[in-house]
């Protein structure tokens, strides 16, 4: 009877470090600093309840909304949503050529939102896979605490509809696709999804 030998893949001429084998990686090899820098902006940011209780997203919503009422004010926002857009036109265009290389709509929704940090820094709830995505309209907590301190008179059905929808309809006509964005739902969610 023949013996069972073990055969072992050959190491390329590497000599095994037993202990490498079992180290385990987090992927933020080299990024120790940023990471550390990171995890402390989220302590002291979760841990501000200066006037109410602050979200990761908050300086990002507050920087939204200045803008947006500014425009308000000086009755441009059209305007501003127009720039927008036209700012994020070689973007855009860039992610048109690949959709027609590719054939895959999908690519518009995953440039929209899921490799976007500008969208999922901002809505923190941000889901969806295929053909449709869906988060919560990120505005309510701020503008409710600056609201009563008449910093902003906006409302999220105002932003909604004279800001998200316009910007989002304007980057996808320039990415060549069709999208159908939601009004603003129950506990305020928003939908987007491809339209064939």
């Known amino acids: 009877m023949a013996e069972a030998v073990a055969k072992v893949p050959p190491h390329e001429g590497k000599k095994s470090n037993v202990v490498d084998n079992y180290k385990t990686l987090s992927g933020f090899e080299g990024y120790e600093t940023e990471l550390g820098q990171s995890i402390n902006v989220v302590l002291k940011m979760l841990s501000n309840h200066a006037g109410y209780a602050h979200e990761m997203n908050d300086p990002l919503v507050k920087a939204h909304l200045m803008a947006i009422q500014f425009a308000k004010n000086n009755g441009t926002l059209a305007e501003y949503v127009e720039h927008d857009v036209k700012t994020m036109l070689p973007i855009n265009k860039r992610m048109r050529q690949i959709i027609e290389k590719t054939g895959q709509k999908e690519i518009a929704l995953v440039g929209l939102f899921d490799r976007t940090a ?25 503008l409710d605490a600056a609201s009563r301190i008449g910093q902003f008179d906006l409302t999220e059905e105002e932003i909604h509809e004279h800001w998200t929808k316009p910007r989002l309809y304007g980057y996808a006509r320039d990415m060549g696709v069709e999208i159908r964005v939601s009004d603003l739902g129950e506990n ?9």
């Open 188 to 196: 305020r969610k928003i939908t987007v999804e491809l339209v064939d």
């Open 118 to 142: 500008c969208h999922y820094a901002l809505a923190l709830d941000s889901t969806g896979t295929g053909k449709a995505r869906t988060w919560t309209s990120p505005f309510k907590t701020v």
